[in-house]
């Protein structure tokens, strides 16, 4: 598929896109990702499809790749990857006889995975870092706004929330009677 071939077929599903050394660039603004950059690039009899999720995990590579490949199952068109670096990618091939309405279900799904998955391979992969990242803020009362996704992994979690249970339970037995009631007589 030529270049033109693929813009018009961008164009026609109605998505903004930037065409930047012969690859069309598609922004997919996201809730957990700022955005996600996808590449539509150019082949013959066909164009593939390449969107960045993530750098290469630090830690717990077997749970990562287990849950990248569990969600490769059921996923349409696109899959993860890894590249040389063992960064992590999606990525697709589709043919030139693809639809508009195809590109619509490509960029979907793509922003489904990378945006949907992005925070759990994060607090998988990267689980000492975001530990460390926490107790530096924290210490030095700088914000922790961008870590509030991974409240799991804040000093002191486990023990606010043990506290936080033990607490709901005083207060429900608090507010029970001590003494079961006694049935009215008939």
Same mark, same amino acid.
């Given at each position: ?22 690859? &069309? ?19 013959d009899g066909m164009f593939r499809v390449e969107a960045f999720v993530c750098r290469a995990v630090e830690e717990a590579h077997a749970e990562v790749y ?21 960064? =992590? ?13 195809? =590109? ?16 759990? =391979? ?7 870092? =975001? ?17 509030? &996704? ?11 929330? &043990? ?8 207060? &429900? ?14």
């Amino acid at each position: 598929m030529e270049l033109q071939q693929l813009t018009d077929l961008l164009d026609a599903a109605e998505v903004d896109y930037e065409v930047s050394n012969e690859v &069309a660039v598609v922004v997919l603004p996201g809730e957990r990702r700022l955005k996600t950059n996808t590449l539509f690039i150019p082949q013959d009899g066909m164009f593939r499809v390449e969107a960045f999720v993530c750098r290469a995990v630090e830690e717990a590579h077997a749970e990562v790749y287990r849950l990248l490949l569990q969600h490769n199952r059921k996923a349409y068109g696109v899959h993860y990857t890894l590249d040389n670096n063992n960064d =992590i990618y999606l990525a697709g091939q589709f043919p030139d006889t693809t639809t508009s309405e195809d =590109i619509q279900r490509i960029l979907g799904q793509v922003l489904e995975l990378a945006d949907g998955d992005f925070n759990h =391979i994060l607090e998988l992969g990267f689980e000492t870092s =975001i530990r460390r990242e926490w107790e530096w803020r924290m210490d030095r009362g700088e914000s922790t706004r961008n870590l509030e &996704a991974f409240q799991r992994l804040r000093p002191g979690y486990e023990q606010d929330r &043990a506290a936080e249970r033990a607490g709901r339970a005083d207060g &429900a037995s608090a507010g029970a009677p001590s003494v079961p009631p006694t049935p009215p007589s008939s």
